[in-house]
Structure formats: C-alpha cells, structure tokens
C-alpha cells in the first residue's frame, strides 16, 4: 500500500513576506497536499499573526499549480453550511478542482466563544455536526436547497454552477466517536486523526499504534453498517499530537520507521506540519524538506 506525504501550513505568515514562499516551496518539494487549519486563533499562537484559511487557500491556489489544497479542518464552531457551500465552490473553481475539506465537530478552543456564545456541550457539538455535514453535502451537489433543522437552515439556497470536481470536492472527516465516524462512513472520501489525546503526554509509541488500530477497526464497523467498503476511504494521520512527535522528525530513516508502522495500520496519507522556529511545530527545516525528499519512493 502506498503512503502520500502532505504537509500542513498554519497560517502565520504575511504572504507577500513568508507565505507565498511556503506553498510554492511545499509544491517543489513534491508534497501530495498542503492544508491548512480553519481556526480564527489557536492555542499558543493566539497573540500572534494568524490569518484566515479560505483566503489562504485562495492565494496559494493562484501561486501553485499541482498541489492539492484543504482545510484540516474546517468546523462549525463559527461556521455555516451555506455560506461555507458558496465559498468552496468558488475556492474549487479557483484552483482547478484541488481542493480537499477538511470537517470536524470542533472543540472548546477560542474559535468556541470568539463569537459571544457559551461553548457548546460535547453533545451539542455531535448534533450540530450530524446536521452540518448532510447539508453541506447537499449543498455542494444540488442546485437549490430548503433545508430546517434544529441549528442550520436554507432557504432556496442556490450554487451553481457546483464544483468542478464531481459531484463535489471530497470531505475528509475528522472523527474518532461512533456518531463522528458514522458521518466519516457515509460521506467522507476520507478520514482524518490525530491519535488518542490520552497517549499525548506520557503514552508510548506502541500505545498509539494501538489505538489507531482501535480507531481504524471501529471506521471499518461503521461502513460495514451501510455496506461500504473502508478500502474507498483514504485515512489521514495528523501528526504531532502522538508521543512520536519529538523523535519522528530527526531524521529521514526516523520518520520511514514511523511511516512504516502507520502504513501497515491501513494509512494512506500522513501529514507532517511546516516547521515553526520556538513553537511546538519547531524541527530542523533542512530535516523536513530531506524528510519530503528523500522518503517518497520509500513509501510508495
């Protein structure tokens, strides 16, 4: 089985300065994609620059022209179904048919109540997402959508002329809860994870395999319950939040040995954030683009 190697790019930097340079770098390097996180501030970089994914995404589109594009991931935290459907429609025409969206339920980050309101529940969080991601999917392959549920509505929502990819550009869907990954199973082209937050701190690597191999075998019961094969799903793994992710980039032969082990769980797709001097994504930049190098046909 094959592995790609995708990088994401948090948005730091001002593009005429750093960002153009990055995307256009990513593409020479032979990254399969490049992604982004959909977020209004995150964690430790809250006080610093930080700039929107869509816009991002739109620019790097015009700056490269093979790499694939996406959001890991996009939320409803301060999000909507229609004007999100409008926005990637246009953003997909724009690169060509490119992009790749990422789509989780979420979490209780500032994006939660950056817009006044107290952070939803986690089973609030969960409902929400059930209702997201069908319309969503609706609103991406229909002409026009009514739709009136509990949190989202659409009235004669119209996106013509769709996306160029058909019958729309692919879900990739972060999930590791049953009702998250019942939505992975139904409509993602993909699935993504970061491993288990348990294992963050003090697990070891086996631990992590093991329970990536929990995760991908409950994704499999999920697509068994709606007669899908998991084979048509890719599985993407977000790396930096498993207790490898200190010593997995030392060195190209470190990172073939992680890769290896993460291929053989049934991976089709690992993501490798940008370095970032003095952050929590800091790493040898010379190391990384060695890494994107020089590995490739190794995991093929």
């Known amino acids: 089985m094959s592995l790609r190697l995708s990088t994401v790019i948090l948005p730091v930097d001002r593009w005429h300065e750093a960002g153009r340079a990055k995307w256009q770098r990513a593409e020479e390097l032979g990254f399969h994609a490049a992604y982004t996180y959909d977020h209004l501030s995150w964690r430790t970089f809250r006080d610093g620059p930080w700039f929107g994914a869509l816009p991002t995404l739109t620019a790097a589109a015009t700056a490269t022209d093979r790499l694939r594009l996406g959001t890991l991931v996009t939320s409803p935290n301060f999000r909507h179904p229609v004007t999100l459907a409008k926005e990637l429609i246009s953003l997909d025409d724009i690169s060509g048919g490119r992009i790749t969206l990422g789509i989780g339920a979420g979490g209780n980050g500032f994006d939660a109540t950056v817009l006044g309101q107290e952070a939803w529940a986690p089973r609030e969080r969960a409902d929400r997402f059930g209702e997201f991601v069908p319309l969503l999917d609706r609103l991406l392959t229909e002409e026009s959508v009514s739709y009136e549920g509990d949190f989202y509505s659409a009235h004669e929502a119209r996106d013509i002329p769709g996306c160029v990819q058909r019958p729309r550009l692919p879900f990739a869907v972060a999930a590791?809860?049953?009702?998250?990954?019942?939505?992975?199973?139904?409509?993602?082209?993909?699935?993504?994870?970061?491993?288990?937050?348990?294992?963050?701190?003090?697990?070891?690597?086996?631990?992590?395999?093991?329970?990536l191999r929990g995760q991908i075998e409950k994704l499999g019961k999920a697509c068994a319950e709606i007669g899908r094969d998991v084979s048509e799903i890719d599985k993407i793994l977000l790396t930096g939040f498993t207790p490898e992710r200190n010593t997995m980039l030392d060195s190209p032969a470190a990172f073939v040995d992680f890769a290896g082990r993460h291929r053989e769980l049934g991976f089709t797709e690992i993501v490798l954030h940008w370095p970032i001097p003095d952050s929590d994504f800091a790493a040898d930049q010379a190391v990384f683009e060695r890494i994107a190098t020089e590995t490739a046909a190794q995991l093929r």
């Open 176 to 211: 590791t809860g049953p009702r998250g990954l019942k939505l992975a199973a139904r409509y993602g082209q993909a699935w993504v994870t970061t491993g288990d937050p348990a294992l963050f701190e003090t697990g070891t690597a086996e631990q992590s395999v093991a329970a």
